[in-house]
């Protein structure tokens, strides 16, 4: 027994004194630089599915029946992907302007760059929930499945991406 308790101590001793080592230490920029800008690529396709997807809706909704009934409700999706669109542009626009900074003037932008990202995930967040109230009032038919489905999934994805780019930036060393 007093063997078992002396490996106890002995393992909770190595495990305490490796956890400060295996806490990440600060990156410089240029170590995360691939993986930002490989984000900003997919961020890229997410607008390009935007587009389409804005280009399907239009199609699907003056195909349907029940379009000049639920027309508001039907513009408001349509805004609402608009705006995620815009949004997602504006930060990778300026997620392009950031990486092309010099390293003494970016130092100044960190916070900037991370606080607007994070601004931008809640935006997105809530014109998905109004999208999703919005499918909740439209007639079954109204929209294809399929289309309904690309359009929440470049939601999750530019999300996703929009995150991981704040993610990133926090990990950098900015001093």
Not at 99 to 116: A, M
Not at 146 to 173: D, F, H, M, W, Y
């Amino acid at each position: 027994m007093k063997k078992i308790l002396e490996v106890i101590i002995l393992l909770f001793l190595i495990a305490v004194q490796s956890a400060p080592a295996s806490q990440s230490q600060p990156l410089q920029f240029a170590e995360i630089q691939p993986e930002l800008e490989a984000n900003l690529a997919a961020l890229s396709d997410n607008i390009e599915q935007f587009e389409a997807i804005q280009r399907a809706m239009d199609l699907s909704g003056k195909a349907n029946a029940n379009y000049n009934q639920q027309k508001n409700i039907f513009l408001s999706s349509m805004l609402a992907i608009a705006t995620i669109s815009a949004v997602c542009e504006y930060e990778a626009d300026l997620l392009t302007l950031f990486i092309d900074l010099k390293e003494k003037n970016r130092l100044k932008y960190y916070d900037v760059r991370i606080r607007s990202l994070e601004t931008s995930v809640v935006q997105i967040e809530n014109m998905h929930r109004q999208i999703q109230i919005n499918y909740t009032i439209l007639p079954p038919n109204f929209f294809e499945a399929p289309l309904v489905r690309n359009e929440r999934l470049a939601i999750q994805s530019a999300i996703t991406r929009l995150k991981r780019c704040g993610e990133l930036l926090k990990t950098v060393n900015q001093k």
